[in-house]
T-cell receptor, first 113, second 112 residues
Framework: DAGVIQSPRHEVTEMGQEVTLRCKPISGHDYLFWYRQTMMRGLELLIYFNNNVPIDDSGMPEDRFSAKMPNASFSTLKIQPSEPRDSAVYFC???????????FGSGTRLTVV | GENVEQHPSTLSVQEGDSAVIKCTYSDSASNYFPWYKQELGKRPQLIIDIRSNVGEKKDQRIAVTLNKTAKHFSLHITETQPEDSAVYFCAAIPGNTGKLIFGQGTTLQVKP
């Protein structure tokens, strides 16, 4: 298995632009999580899905952030409009059950200038 | 909600010595406690985990202990090596929420 696949690996964008991050979970995993990592705030859970349905989005910082999972093999995290404070590494992770064995993707390093 | 506190934030040891990282959690319903290692520029990777029905678990040079009464758990690394240098995160999942809540991380430096 190729593991959790995220794209792009790096994204540099100008303030005000729309940014879309993509994730392909491990086949057979029915839980998908989006995390944001910064030096100041550490690893924060933004949102997670079970069987493509959003279960908890209480970590989504603002209405500028949205996430979708149209099918079992694909999810997106969108920021519109982007701001410099959104600069961070965004990780996607997947799991077969909610209490075991999260596997993280390689992350997307987002820089908003 | 669940809150996970981790300390120390930085730890420096001599190669061959032991390292201990401690975490506390707030939600007594938490039942799963993994530890992740993150090397610079890479993803967090699971190194060991423990469930609430077990007090201790070992895997070669790594061990984790859990004290449910005190609501704390610890990572022990023996015979440290330079390649153990990384950031280590503890985490907890409260109840059956599926939400993996991370501690703040400990930067471990192993000096050769």
């Amino acid at each position: 298995d190729a593991g959790v696949i995220q794209s792009p690996r790096h994204e540099v964008t100008e303030m005000g632009q729309e940014v879309t991050l993509r994730c392909k979970p491990i086949s057979g995993h029915d839980y998908l999580f989006w995390y944001r990592q910064t030096m100041m705030r550490g690893l924060e859970l933004l949102i997670y899905f079970n069987n493509n349905v959003p279960i908890d989005d209480s970590g989504m910082p603002e209405d500028r952030f949205s996430a979708k999972m149209p099918n079992a093999s694909f999810s997106t995290l969108k920021i519109q409009p982007s701001e410099p404070r959104d600069s961070a590494v965004y990780f996607c992770a997947s799991s077969t059950v909610p209490t075991y064995g999260y596997t993280f993707g390689s992350g997307t390093r987002l820089t908003v200038v | 909600g669940e809150n996970v506190e981790q300390h120390p934030s930085t730890l420096s040891v001599q190669e061959g010595d032991s390292a201990v990282i401690k975490c506390t959690y707030s939600d007594s319903a938490s039942n799963y406690f993994p530890w992740y290692k993150q090397e610079l520029g890479k993803r967090p990777q699971l190194i060991i985990d423990i469930r609430s029905n077990v007090g201790e678990k070992k895997d070669q040079r790594i061990a984790v202990t859990l004290n449910k009464t005190a609501k704390h758990f610890s990572l022990h690394i023996t015979e440290t090596q330079p390649e153990d240098s990384a950031v280590y995160f503890c985490a907890a999942i409260p109840g059956n929420t599926g939400k993996l809540i991370f501690g703040q991380g400990t930067t471990l430096q192993v000096k050769p």
